[in-house]
């Protein structure tokens, strides 16, 4: 095809097959950004606005690039790359006001303080361990975090528990304050958030709360904004916010469990959130987990063999698990005075070892054991029956999948031939009976028995 157009209409007609399969906010966001420089039939030059931009063309559209545009001998597409330069100016909150010194703290800075919430100290760029699954996620935060309200805005990254979304959005923060000490960085979990306009409502300070989030915030970093969901009453105050600061250029990142189309919020905000980059944050496969255990442990002065590491981390893949066993090790070695091997290990972390999955458990024999100790059908668990005496055994079934199949929620879902959210209801109906229903609780002990003796 080449071989025959100009370099800048093969271009053009390149844009114009990516736009069909792409999504109006992605095209926008990454295709269209891209300038044509120059082409000739060996070789075309793209100006793009930053190094994510390339990694997304890449990563996407390598085969198509290559029929579209020349390409070398070995199939990939001839393309130079240049990165534009930001001659922007700066934006009005990044001019230093009069370096006026001040020596006492101005009214409006004392009520600001109330407000401001603060990051963890450990969460830093430096201690987030890269690998393949959050690679992209950190490099995105990373230049967030060197050019704020500049790269892209909001940033959105969501992901599952325990995978180092919290550990990011403290890192974006720390880097702001140290190397834009003039932007005011405001990071808080939306739990945080609602309790402060309850607490404002109920002392009659709302006003003073919405002027600090819409006049002294530069940088707001919004941890789990799924605990904004059937919160009406908060989502509008919240929304509000956002779009003030996001209309004056202010850098917001956001964190969340699940991607914003599957929030429950008005499509006002969803469509505001996906408008920046929306990233998506993995389970890190085990080579990293066991890079981010040995730093770990060397934080805290242990000394753990490699093939012990491994040991762990293959059996545990949440982060926030693997800390959780490197604290008992710890605690249990110093007690114990034992050096640390693979039977300490085992020994310690023996029902961390008996619920992280060895091979993997299938949903059939998930249904097998759960019908046979709820005395139903298989056929009754796969079908629609709402009766309590098959709903409640199907629920069950659906939360020992989460708990013991390292699946993503829509997988699961997809298995029961349900949506995720499904699952998620039937994962938190299942946890409340158990609080107050012993009967319940000890026919699911006996189904994860059931399970774990048809694998030993
Ligand atoms: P999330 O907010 O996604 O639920 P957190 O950010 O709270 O998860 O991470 C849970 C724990 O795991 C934290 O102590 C964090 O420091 C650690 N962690 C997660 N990912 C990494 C990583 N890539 N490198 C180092 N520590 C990590
Ligand atoms: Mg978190």
Redo the contacts with the bound molecule.
């Keep these: 095809m080449q071989q025959t157009q100009a370099p800048c209409d093969a271009w053009l007609q390149f844009l114009e097959f990516a736009k069909a399969g792409t999504s109006i906010s992605a095209y926008r966001n990454w295709l269209s950004p891209i300038q044509f420089v120059s082409g000739t039939p060996e070789k075309v030059v793209l100006k793009v606005p930053n190094i994510f931009v390339k990694e997304y063309l890449l990563s996407n559209f390598k085969k198509e690039l290559a029929t579209f545009l020349p390409s070398q001998t070995n199939g990939e597409p001839a393309v130079e790359f240049v990165i534009e330069k930001q001659e922007r100016k700066p934006r009005p909150f990044f001019v230093a006001p009069n370096p006026i010194v001040r020596t006492e703290e101005s009214q409006e800075e004392k009520e600001a303080a109330a407000f401001e919430a603060q990051l963890n100290s ?2 830093r760029f430096s ?5 393949h699954s ?1 690679q992209f996620v950190k490099s995105a935060a990373i230049g967030v975090a060197n050019r704020p309200g500049e790269t892209y805005n909001p940033l959105f990254l969501h ?11 403290h890192s974006i923060g720390h880097h702001i304050r140290e190397h834009h000490k003039r932007l005011r960085v405001q990071c808080i979990t939306t739990e945080a958030f609602i309790n402060q306009i309850v607490d404002c409502l109920r002392n009659k300070s709302i006003d003073k709360l919405k002027k600090f989030y819409r006049s002294s915030v530069d940088v707001l970093l919004v ?2 904004i799924q605990f904004l969901q059937n919160r009406t009453n908060f989502e509008e105050e919240f929304t509000n916010t956002f779009e003030t600061l996001i209309n004056q250029h202010k850098q917001i990142v956001i ?1 969340s469990d699940k991607p914003p189309t599957q929030l429950k919020l008005s499509e006002r905000i969803v469509a505001r959130m996906e408008w920046g980059l929306v990233a998506h ?1 993995g389970i ?1 496969d085990v080579e ?1 987990r066991v890079a ?1 255990l040995l ?2 442990a060397e934080q805290k002065g242990l000394q753990i063999p490699n093939n012990v590491a491994f040991k762990i981390a293959e059996l545990i893949h949440n ?2 698990q ?2 959780g066993a490197l604290n008992r090790i710890s605690a249990y070695s110093r007690l114990m005075n034992s050096s640390i091997n693979e039977e300490f290990v085992e020994q310690t972390l023996r029902d961390l070892f008996h619920l992280a999955p060895k091979d993997k458990i299938s949903i059939d024999a998930i249904l097998k054991s759960v019908a046979s100790v709820f005395q139903v059908r298989v056929t009754d668990l796969k079908g629609h029956s709402r009766t309590k005496d098959i709903a409640v055994p199907r629920q069950v079934a659906m939360f020992l999948a989460k708990e013991l199949i390292n699946e993503s929620l829509v997988m699961i879902g997809a298995s029961f031939g349900k949506t995720h959210s499904t699952i998620l209801h039937a994962c938190k109906t299942i946890e409340t009976k158990v609080s107050t229903d012993e009967m319940l609780r000890r026919q699911i002990d006996m189904v994860r028995r059931n399970i774990e003796m048809q694998r030993a």
């Design positions: 450990n969460y201690t987030f361990i890269e690998g959050n992901g599952g528990v325990g995978l180092g979304k919290t550990h990011l959005l941890d789990d964190t944050i890190p990293t981010i730093a770990k982060i926030r693997l800390e």
